[in-house]
């Protein structure tokens, strides 16, 4: 069965320090992979996203992310982090399998605390 | 830029009554999604939607039935909101999955509490 993992609930990082969120996926084929971010209250904003090619992606808010498929790990990095980086953090992917609506499946989320 | 809006950012409801949580997308997506968030579990998916007119089950459709009858809205409906029912509601929209690898646009949500 399709799943992604992030094997961390809650991550505590302090200001102007380096991130690291962890994301794990078990798929038979190479999957499309996504980080979001959702503040409090708000719905989700995509960071950036994976289909193919290079598997060093960038995305916004100076956020990056790794493909290494050896590992089965799509993790998210980010060099300083801003106290504006407190949130909650989803990775998801998906397939195509040939119609319909193919959907995405979530990790449980990690939430990033920030400490001054 | 594509844009999900939800008709609620909060909705009490007491148990019983019959809710419509509505949702519009203005990309001319084909597919649409209900999602409900509860700490600890992440998004769970409701129903989804291919096409007007159509729809699918996904994980958790107990309870809950949707409507498509035209390709920007899409409406979840509680036939009688009961308290386990309470949650975080989020509306999601995407391309058919051959022209948009399944990146799905978010709506901010509607926050439901059942009394």
């Known amino acids: 069965a399709q799943s992604v993992t992030q094997p961390d609930i809650h991550i505590t990082v302090s200001e102007g320090a380096s991130l690291e969120l962890r994301c794990n996926y078990s798929y038979g084929a190479t999957p499309y992979l996504f980080w979001y971010v959702q503040s409090p209250g708000q719905g989700l904003q995509l960071l950036l996203k994976?289909?193919?090619?290079?598997?060093l992606v960038q995305g916004i808010k100076g956020f990056e992310a790794e493909f290494k498929r050896s590992q089965s790990s799509f993790n998210l990095r980010k060099p300083s982090v801003h106290w504006s980086d407190a949130a909650e953090y989803f990775c998801?992917?998906?397939?195509?399998?040939?119609?319909?609506?193919?959907?995405?499946?979530f990790g449980k989320g990690t939430h990033l605390i920030i400490q001054p | 830029d594509v844009k999900v809006t939800q008709s609620s950012r909060y909705l009490v409801k007491r148990t019983g009554e019959k809710v419509f949580l509505e949702c519009v997308q203005d990309?001319?997506?084909?597919?649409m999604f209900w999602y409900r968030q509860d700490p600890g579990l992440g998004l769970r998916l409701i129903y989804f939607?291919?096409?007007?007119?159509?729809?699918e089950k996904g994980d958790i459709p107990e309870g809950y039935s949707v409507s498509r009858e035209k390709k920007e809205r899409f409406s979840l409906i509680l036939e009688s909101a009961s308290t386990n029912q309470t949650s975080m509601y989020l509306c999601a929209s995407s391309f058919a999955a051959d022209r948009s690898y399944n990146e799905q646009f978010f709506g901010p949500g509607t926050r439901l509490t059942v009394l």
């Open positions: 994976y289909f193919s090619g290079d598997t």
């Open positions: 990309m001319d997506h084909e597919n």
């Open positions: 939607s291919y096409d007007v007119k159509m729809k």
């Open positions: 998801a992917g998906g397939t195509y399998s040939g119609g319909g609506a193919d959907g995405l499946t």
